[in-house]
T-cell receptor, first 116, second 117 residues
């Protein structure tokens, strides 16, 4: 079945450090891939997405590239800020037909804490 | 604000009671999803609607759970005879019409946190 695996956290960084959060997915079909972010006390917000191989999603300084050969969608940011402290979720949806189209499968989430 | 809204935001109930949650999707989004999120985990799919039709239900959705979307707009999720294991955050999401922009981009509400004592 579909699954998503994220690197285990928590991740603690100093401000302006480089961030990588690894995410791999099962290669069933050609799924759309997403990163969602959940700030304390808030709901999930879409951070970025990619819908086909070699696509790069980007937003707010975050980037992730859809790598079909390694079935990965790692999240990166060159210089994190304290305000980036949140929980980050990698997710996949299926682009195949049928009733599962659009249903999201999430990773377990990675807690990021950025210190000044 | 035209985002997804959920009510109530918090619900505390005693074991065995029934609870009902409401979700109002972004207007004109014809797909609506329910997920459950427990502490330290990612959201897990429960069910989804295309307009008023419930198209898929997860195995997680036991007989005590029922969801409706009678007019294709807001949706309700009811849990009967609640158990302590039902304690979780219940998330609702909506996505636009496939023809307009693809159904895969889901926009989430703030969630309803259920605590069963």
């Amino acid at each position: 079945g579909n699954s998503v695996t994220q690197m285990e956290g928590p991740v603690t960084l100093s401000e302006e450090a480089f961030l990588t959060i690894n995410c791999t997915y099962t290669a069933t079909g050609y799924p759309s891939l997403f990163w969602y972010v959940q700030y304390p006390g808030e709901g999930l917000q879409l951070l970025l997405k990619a819908t086909k191989a070699d696509d790069k999603g980007s937003n707010k300084g975050f980037e992730a590239t859809y790598r079909k050969e390694t079935t990965s969608f790692h999240l990166e940011k060159g210089s994190v800020q304290v305000s980036d402290s949140a929980v980050y979720f990698c997710a996949r949806a299926s682009n195949a037909g049928g009733t599962s189209y659009g249903k999201l499968t999430f990773g377990q989430g990675t807690i990021l804490t950025v210190h000044p | 604000d035209t985002g997804v809204s959920q009510n109530p935001r918090h619900k505390i109930t005693k074991r065995g009671q029934n609870v009902t949650f409401r979700c109002d999707p972004i207007s004109e989004h014809n797909r609506l999803y329910w997920y459950r999120q427990t502490l330290g985990q990612g959201p897990e799919f429960l069910t989804y609607f295309q307009n008023e039709a419930q198209l898929e239900k997860s195995r997680l959705l036991s007989d005590r759970f029922s969801a409706e979307r009678p007019k294709g707009s807001f949706s309700t999720l009811e849990i009967q005879r609640t158990e302590q294991g039902d304690s979780a955050m219940y998330l609702c999401a909506s996505s636009p019409n496939f023809l307009a922009g693809g159904p895969n981009t889901q926009y989430f509400g703030p969630g309803t946190r259920l605590t069963v004592l």
